[in-house]
């Protein structure tokens, strides 16, 4: 996200995170939970949800913001998301599921980027 911000400014930059918030929130249910996690990330907490389902949400978001794109002075402005995620096992913290989450979010871009990896 810093070479985008370098290239194209931080104000685009902030285009960006607001677009992919819009489409994260517009795809949730009342229920989920979403934040901002820090830089150009975001962690999404579903409950109550199967393994399968979440791998379909995922790949919703990924596809949907694929799709997107902002205008910059007549310029469509393409983005990808790298998605990871991680089922909540029993007895395990939560930033004990988050790191691994951020383990598939690792996996995800040096795969190529635009892609998803979920651990179970």
């Known amino acids: 996200f810093k070479t985008f911000n370098d290239r194209f400014g931080h104000h ?8 992919v918030a819009k489409t ?3 795809t949730l249910r009342p229920t989920d939970i979403a934040s901002r996690w820090g830089g150009d990330e ?4 579903i409950p109550d949800v ?7 949400l995922a790949e919703r978001l990924r596809k949907l ?6 205008d910059l002075n007549g310029e469509h402005i393409s983005v990808t998301a790298s ?8 007895n395990e913290t939560i ?3 988050i790191k691994r989450a951020d383990e598939q979010v690792y996996l995800s871009k040096h795969s190529g980027r635009n892609f998803i990896h979920i651990d179970k």
């Open 95 to 97: 930033s004990s599921a």
């Open 50 to 56: 199967e393994i399968q389902e979440l791998k379909k």
């Open 65 to 70: 913001i694929e799709l997107s794109w902002i």
């Open 83 to 90: 998605i990871g995620g991680a089922e909540v096992r029993t």
């Open 12 to 19: 685009t930059g902030d285009k960006v995170l607001t677009m």
């Open 24 to 26: 994260i929130i517009s």
């Open 42 to 45: 975001f962690v999404i907490f």
